[in-house]
């Protein structure tokens, strides 16, 4: 199932929006490519933090206290 800026996996619900798009991105390459669902997801949130992490980009979201 290909994911959208309004419809992405819940575990990337405390990703910045930036970040968020990134890890959609690559999720969607990664299905296309034959990967897992579950796998494509925790790949391209991985990447997708180092992403945000190297362009000095806030990655997660504040917990409200």
């Given at each position: 199932m ?30 296309d ?29 504040s917990?409200?206290?």
């Open positions: 290909p994911w959208s800026k309004d419809n992405y996996p819940p575990s990337m619900k405390n990703l910045m929006a930036p970040v968020r798009n990134k890890a959609i991105e690559i999720a969607n390459a990664l299905l490519d034959g990967y897992e669902e579950g796998r494509a997801i925790a790949i391209a949130t991985a990447k997708a933090e180092e992403w945000g992490e190297n362009r000095g980009k806030k990655v997660k979201k917990k409200a206290s």
